[in-house]
């Protein structure tokens, strides 16, 4: 009745069941930080505002997330070897994770008001602030990585 299945296909369930979940933990509060800023405003100089805040906070955020994923594969990557390639692919899907909520915001929704703590000035200071870290964090990684 049942097709018999290797013992390794809940072993692989498992961990790419993990490593969705750490991307999820580590990606959606970036997003929600991202919808919450487009809320505000949603014009295209707060569009591109959003994009220039939030990309380095996605870049790294993606770079991070999969040279873990590596690094916990595999067992053999060192914690401070990130590669061209991993750095590539993380800057393609972080952007792509970036600017398509802002393309697609408010596409056929009424959109609802964004959350009052947006408009307070130390969160607007903190949301640069994580930004210019991220952009200080790939740099380092971009170091890391020549």
């Not at 498992?14 to 990606?27: D, E, I, N, P």
């Not at 401070?80 to 800057?91: G, Y």
């Not at 703590?117 to 210019?132: D, F, G, N």
Request: charged share 10%.
């Amino acid at each position: 009745m049942f097709f018999p299945v290797s013992d390794r296909i809940g072993d692989t369930i498992l961990r790419s069941g993990l490593y969705m979940f750490a991307g999820t933990v580590v990606l959606n509060p970036a997003l929600h930080g991202l919808v919450f800023r487009l809320r505000t405003k949603y014009d295209f100089e707060n569009a591109l505002r959003s994009v220039v805040i939030y990309l380095p906070i996605f870049v790294f955020a993606t770079t991070v997330l999969i040279h873990a994923i590596t690094a916990l594969s595999d067992g053999e990557t060192l914690l401070f070897t990130i590669t061209w390639f991993e750095i590539t692919i993380a800057s393609y899907f972080g952007a792509l994770m970036c600017v398509l909520p802002v393309l697609v915001h408010r596409v056929g929704l009424a959109s609802e008001p964004a959350p009052t703590i947006v408009a307070h000035r130390l969160y607007q200071q903190t949301e640069r602030a994580i930004s210019l870290g991220s952009l200080f964090g790939v740099s380092i990684l971009l170091l890391l990585a020549l």
